[in-house]
């Protein structure tokens, strides 16, 4: 594995760790009757300045099984 190769996964494993607070926060926060959008402008946008696509695609992504993929693919080299 290149450095170039192990400096991506570190990115990614970052981003998926962020995501991982931006769900936990989500998930906390999220009824039926709070909207998705109130979610965000309330109690991630503070902490997190993301836009509401992004946060879509930060739902939408398998957070957990994209980390353990790459604890698994750390663990062989």
């Known amino acids: 594995m290149t450095k170039k190769e192990k400096q991506h996964i570190g990115i990614?494993?970052?981003?998926?760790l962020r995501y991982k607070i931006i769900l936990d926060l989500?998930?906390?926060?999220?009824?039926e009757?709070?909207?998705?959008?109130v979610v965000l402008r309330k109690y991630i946008f503070p902490r997190f300045p993301i836009s509401?696509?992004?946060?879509y695609t930060i739902l939408a992504t398998p957070v957990d099984k994209e980390l353990k993929?790459?604890?698994?693919?750390?663990?062989?080299f």
Do not use: F, M
């Open 26 to 31: 989500y998930k906390a926060h999220k009824t």
């Open 52 to 55: 509401r696509t992004t946060l």
């Open 69 to 76: 993929e790459i604890e698994i693919l750390l663990k062989q």
């Open 12 to 16: 990614k494993k970052n981003k998926l």
């Open 33 to 37: 009757d709070i909207p998705v959008t």
